[in-house]
């Protein structure tokens, strides 16, 4: 039995471990800026009571996610192929999608100011932030011009080992509440107008949106040309394995980032302020515990770092391959790929010194009401694959209510 316990151990992880990557990546590129800030304004203005709104924004999106993951396995090609099958003029979803992707880059451009000035705030000399902007972006395009992913996705699964060990210390510091957390799960309060506008920020916000589309791309990466039933059923647990320990960790981080805005500020009666200060200020509180304050600012620096990462990798690959399918040129799409980073980086390092926070609010509501469309044509492509690919009755309920949601809860944060 000693033997076999071990053994039998080893061939589940040996299992559960083959296709770990695209989850947890999809995870660590959703925990962004907007993970970071707006949960920490969540948890210093409204304290636990939105905990069921990020429940449920998070069962949607692991459904979604869980749609494009069978699509993938089943049929071999990523979720953008699929697309293009909509009916309607011809290839129109994905050049939508790829223009809303190249637009995004101004909304992601927020968190990499977020991150340029916390590095700006860890070196010991003084670093103006554009400069510190442009250090991130050639770093990240020197890691994304090698095009490799299995180097690409131990960066990013390494990357998160380190932050789920600094997020554990700085849990060691904080105080949490089973009774609060409790009524914030399970007794929401729908007729107050305030969190109903705070539950569509979550929306917008928490774990992206278009951007589950690229775990398409990741996923096809790691089975390469295996697809089809057989290997559907041998190996799906495997990728929901990875799927939903992904999406565990983007819960956690959540969880953590509003816990210090409830236990730091909103305890003290302090409510959110200005938002890129607020990560350095906290720092301050996590002092209680050995180099608290320095684990809590590097931690959030490298979430920063990785997302901006995964951000630009994922649309970079999803724009490329729509520019090779839909756009006549001879150019390789190893090549389009690395063109599209630089780009990207260039859209971010431009943003250094002319952006604005009012663009940014208006592509994130363009980007959230697309995402909701998204999953009815997902629920459409579902329906098409063979039945034993296709989703439960209980994804396309989950489905058919966030997809409706959506779009409604852009327009009201829009309106805000």
Partial sequence: MPDTLPAMLRAWYSERARFLGPGLILAMSSAGWVGILVFLSLGANMGYALLWSIAGVLIYKYTFAAGIA???????ENIYAGLQRIPGLRNWEVLFIGAIYVVE???????????????????PMRVPVQYAMIGIFVLITLILFQNSYPFFKRIMVGA???????????FLSLYISPSEIATGLFYPAFGNEDHLYYAGVIMCSLGTGLSLLCSSMWLQKQIGDNHGETFFRDHM?????DLRL???ILALLSFFYLTIGFVVLNEHGMPAFEQDLMVSVIGHTMDVIPFGMTIFVAISFLTLFIYLIGATDGRARAVAWILKQTVPTRVSEDWLYRGVVVFFSLIFITFAYYGSKYTIKDVLTLSVFMFGLVGFMLIWLDRRLPAYA?????WYAIMLLGSALFPVGAVFYGMM
Wanted: hydrophobic residues 50%.
């Fill in 246 to 248: 992904g999406f565990a």
């Fill in 105 to 123: 880059i101004v909304y992601h451009a927020g968190g990499a100011l977020v991150a340029a000035n916390l590095l700006a705030g860890m070196v």
């Fill in 390 to 394: 296709r989703g439960s009755r209980l």
């Fill in 70 to 76: 069978r699509y993938t396995v089943s049929q071999g």
């Fill in 160 to 170: 998160g080992l380190v932050i789920i060990a600094g997020m554990c210390v700085n």
């Fill in 237 to 241: 647990k495997s990728v929901y394995f």
